[in-house]
């Protein structure tokens, strides 16, 4: 079938111009007809990842009509995409690391921290055939990070330090956290440390086991905050502190229904429900404190520095009079 | 024909049980390469929901309104560059400077000027378009016979009217394949695209399948992108069928 004879009085000629217009309108309306839909600027475009870290989200979204009229959560793949969109004004919130919130403080984007996603809820995972029993066994082997902006990436760093290694004997490579389980797999990383679910989906593929997780080693672990544009913050007060207010209430129901939590979440995300059943009802993660506090903050900062992620601490702009 | 059609039914069916054997008799597990059934089913699924038409319409949408205008613009600044010795010995080092930079490289760069959404990708297809296009076009002038300027000249053509009647039909041959070409390209920037620069379209499907640890969903999505490159590539062969194009073939 050639679709340039179809029209009998028409040559092919005049008939391919005509078709390619024809095509142009065609795809604009499918498209505006069938993903268009209409942002309304009152609504708040909030930034996140499909990670336990910020399953607040999806909870809320599922269980409180605010976010249902409100709220449009943008889901991200990896964190430079996000941090991209942070600069660029696109988001009015972001669930963002937190080392990642305080250098992009540092370059002077106009962000607060308002809250903290959850506690605890990393894990640093070693292959089984990896041969490591302690840490001891970490030299001269590979582990993936998320990204070098991470506390995943320092709380690595910092059990490395603990006890007595260079941190250049353990060779460092960044990895998307979707890519770990499998990488591991195929015996091209000897371990990882990552924010669940990947963590758990270690133990569940049957290659790896939790070596430490995050408590164990970072007591209080804080993995990703809530970040807020300032000018956001400016022109939609009430509604973001609203936001913000049911968030940290959905961190009280979520303690007292994980499984729910879970399912809500797994289904949310796209990721498979056992998985983040296990990881929450392990209870590995906190959803309760998560207020943030201006001394946390600043230590992380230090330590950015000690690690050479950040020349100086930048003043941390904290908001937390939501409450 | 009848002998294609067979022989391209006979390998297909055969890469398809090579496929099946392979993954079964070494039992590679479902998260390092899907079961064709599993993919079968996956792409039934999302054929059902309608994110399968959405995703593909998406795409298709950015690429047709960047490669649209890459064309819009790159064909006719091509052919005046083409005719104009000056402007194009001023042009050519920037537009050969900036024709190998991989329009993924510009990614960062799309974000923060556009955001989120169409926009990004559209520029993103548009710079992976124009500069082979104009490039293309370019050349495909300079190939002219010198005879057909000659007698157009003869016949008191100027302006407007000899780039009309002489210069682009005469270059058309060469820029419907540059068109060719440069589509594809357009086709295969748009999946990386989209799995950084936007939430929706194929290439965002094969990334959310992946971080929802789906491999038959994304082995499914690159089946689908591999079908609309086919057609796309059959519609515009069409174009180099049409008579005001195949002369130059003939002559050859």
């Known amino acids: ?323 | 024909m009848a002998m294609k059609k067979a022989g391209f039914v006979m390998v297909f069916l055969l890469v398809l049980f090579f496929w099946q054997v392979v993954t079964a008799v070494f039992h590679v597990p479902e998260y390092m390469f899907p079961r064709p059934g599993d993919v079968a089913l996956a792409l039934w699924q999302m054929a059902k929901s309608g994110r399968l038409f959405e995703s593909s319409v998406a795409s298709l949408f950015r690429v047709t309104w960047g490669f649209y205008l890459a064309a819009a613009t790159a064909i006719p600044l091509g052919l005046f560059l083409g005719r104009k010795r000056l402007f194009r010995h001023m042009l050519n080092p920037l537009i050969q400077f900036l024709r190998p930079i991989s329009p993924l490289a510009w990614i960062p760069i799309a974000l923060m000027w556009f955001g989120i959404g169409d926009r990004p990708a559209i520029f993103l297809i548009f710079l992976a378009s124009f500069f082979p296009l104009v490039v293309s076009t370019i050349s495909s002038v300079l190939n002219i016979r010198t005879t057909y300027l000659r007698v157009a000249e003869n016949f008191g053509l100027k302006g407007i009217s000899l780039y009309t009647r002489v210069i682009l039909p005469a270059a058309l041959p060469e820029i419907i394949t540059a068109i060719r070409i440069t589509l594809g390209t357009a086709w295969l920037v748009i999946v990386a695209a989209e799995m950084i620069a936007v939430k929706s379209g194929l290439g965002y499907l094969i990334i959310d399948a992946r971080n929802s640890l789906r491999m038959d969903m994304v082995v499914a999505g690159m089946i689908v992108i591999g079908v609309i490159g086919l057609v796309l590539d059959f519609l515009v062969r069409l174009l180099e069928r049409l008579p005001s194009i195949e002369w130059s073939r003939m002559r050859r």
């Not at chain 1, 009085?9 to 499918?30: F, G, K, R, Y």
């Not at chain 1, 679910?197 to 408590?215: E, V």
């Not at chain 1, 506090?293 to 950015?304: A, F, P, S, T």
């Open chain 1, 1 to 323: 079938m050639n679709p340039l004879k179809l029209f009998k009085n028409i040559s092919p000629e005049a008939a391919a111009p005509l078709l390619a217009l024809l095509w142009l309108i065609v795809i604009t309306l499918l498209h505006y007809g069938v993903t268009g839909q209409t942002h309304t600027k009152q609504r708040l475009k909030v930034g996140y990842l499909p990670i336990t870290c910020h399953l607040l989200l999806p909870v809320a979204m599922e269980r409180d009509g605010f976010f249902k009229e409100n709220v449009d959560p943008i889901r991200f793949s990896s964190w430079p995409d996000m941090i991209e969109s942070v600069k660029g004004n696109e988001l009015d919130c972001a669930f963002i690391l937190a080392p990642i919130a305080i250098s992009l403080m540092d370059q002077s984007v106009p962000v607060v921290i308002a809250l903290l996603g959850h506690r605890n809820g990393t894990g640093l995972v070693v292959a089984k055939n990896s041969g490591i029993s302690s840490v001891k066994d970490f030299v001269g082997k590979t582990f993936a990070i998320p990204i070098r902006y991470s506390t995943q990436n320092m709380a690595l760093l910092m059990l490395l330090g603990k006890n007595g290694i260079a941190v250049d004997k353990v060779n460092r490579v960044e990895l998307p956290p979707p890519d770990m389980p499998s990488a591991l797999a195929s015996n091209s990383i000897d371990g990882y440390i990552v924010g669940e679910p990947y963590a758990t989906q270690a133990l569940i593929m049957g290659k790896g086991i939790i070596f430490k997780n995050s408590s164990d080693i970072w007591p209080n672990f804080i993995s990703s905050l809530l970040i807020v544009n300032k000018d956001s913050l400016s022109k939609k007060r009430k509604l973001i502190d609203r936001f913000i207010r049911g968030l940290k209430r959905q961190g009280k129901w979520i303690e007292a229904n994980r499984k729910k939590a879970a399912d809500i979440g797994a289904d949310f995300f796209g990721l498979n429900r056992d998985l983040v059943e296990q990881v929450l009802t392990a209870r590995r993660v906190s959803y309760l404190d998560i207020v943030p506090r201006q001394r946390e903050l600043d230590e992380i900062g230090k330590m950015m520095v000690q690690w050479h992620l950040l020349k100086k601490v930048p003043k941390i702009g904290i908001y937390t009079s939501w409450q």
